[in-house]
């Protein structure tokens, strides 16, 4: 590998498009930190998917700035290329539920961890079609009542924009909804 640098993969439209307005001040972060990094910003799935598998071979850490989308494509691609690369987080999408389960959820906590380069080992979750693995996943899985309020939550903030900002409560009546109906 031996590139010092790390890249950083910048997903645009993470935070239903916000994660632009937070670019700027996550670069200021990044240069107070000394952290040296290359910056590229994503222009679909399919761009972050090819951008992972390159950098997988040239960089020693590849860091996601979006949301839990972002974060489990690029995890995905780098098990895909059996790349020994270590993997950050930073959190500019919608909800960011495993950014703070990794205690990485805001842009000051991610730049320390990274000018620390601050590594955890973790266990990745594999979901199986019969015994061909179809995807991994991070943090946690949901059946059942989980994807109703997670569909429903995702189905609110794009009717309602705003209701992204308290997604708390918009979960709250999610699990009321999915146990009225």
């Known amino acids: 590998m031996g590139n010092e640098r790390i890249s950083i993969l ?9 994660a ?5 001040n996550l670069e200021v972060r990044l240069r107070q930190n000394g952290i040296a990094y290359d910056m590229t910003e994503t222009r679909s799935a399919e761009d972050l998917q090819g951008l992972t598998r390159r950098h997988a071979k040239t960089y020693g850490a590849i860091v996601g700035a979006g949301g839990d989308s972002t974060f489990h494509i690029i995890v995905n691609e780098i098990m895909a290329a059996s790349a020994g690369v270590n993997f ?8 960011n539920d ?10 000051e906590k991610a730049c320390l961890a990274l000018k620390d380069m601050r590594i955890k080992k973790i266990d990745l979750g594999g979901i199986y079609d ?9 943090g946690q899985a949901n059946i059942g009542v989980g994807v109703f309020v997670n569909q429903y939550v995702s189905q609110l903030a794009q009717r309602k924009p705003k209701s992204a900002e308290k997604q708390t409560l918009a979960g709250i009546w999610g699990i009321i909804r999915a146990y009225r109906d």
């Open 88 to 95: 950050g987080m930073i959190a500019v999408g919608s909800s």
């Open 130 to 138: 019969g015994e061909k693995l179809v995807r991994y996943f991070l």
């Open 20 to 24: 632009l307005q937070k670019k700027e």
């Open 98 to 107: 495993i950014a703070k389960e990794f205690e990485v959820d805001s842009l």
């Open 10 to 18: 910048f997903n645009p439209s993470a935070g239903m498009g916000k």
